[in-house]
């Protein structure tokens, strides 16, 4: 198993990007008959929304096919550690760590340049890898 690089690990995450975009365009409809800026309680449920729509864009895709959209463009697949399918569990921890990974300017991605098996701080919290197919 070929571990991904970061800059194949990159690609594959603006071309996921670009759909998560348009999901979010597309699912933000149901709000545009309130006034969003004058309720903090629509705020924090719009934005609640969108983290568990972008999060189960993810998910599914991790579980169902082991790759999401840009994933497959870049020939990349998600397993364990034992290179079996990765369970919900596992793939909402991913997530999660790898907001994590991001929010801390991006450093836990940046680790992965410096480690031999090319995993993130999100690989290894959740005990995943990203593999060439």
């Not at 699912?27 to 705020?43: A, G, H, I, Q």
């Not at 079996?84 to 680790?111: C, E, P, Q, T």
Request: hydrophobic share 50%; aromatic share 16%.
């Amino acid at each position: 198993m070929q571990n991904i690089n970061l800059f194949r690990r990159l690609a594959s995450i603006f071309y996921d990007g670009v759909l998560v975009v348009a999901i979010v365009i597309i699912t933000s409809l149901p709000f545009y008959s309130f006034n969003v800026e004058e309720s903090f309680l629509l705020k924090l449920t719009m934005q609640l929304y969108f983290y568990l729509i972008i999060q189960y864009f993810f998910v599914w895709f991790w579980v169902n096919s082991t790759a999401t959209l840009g994933m497959k463009s870049w020939k990349i697949k998600i397993v364990d550690i034992n290179g079996n399918n990765i369970s919900y569990k596992k793939a909402i921890v991913r997530f999660n760590a790898s907001i994590l990974s991001l929010s801390i300017f991006g450093l836990g991605f940046l680790i992965s340049l410096f480690r031999k098996d090319k995993k993130c701080l999100h690989d290894i919290i959740s005990r995943t890898q990203l593999i060439k197919i």
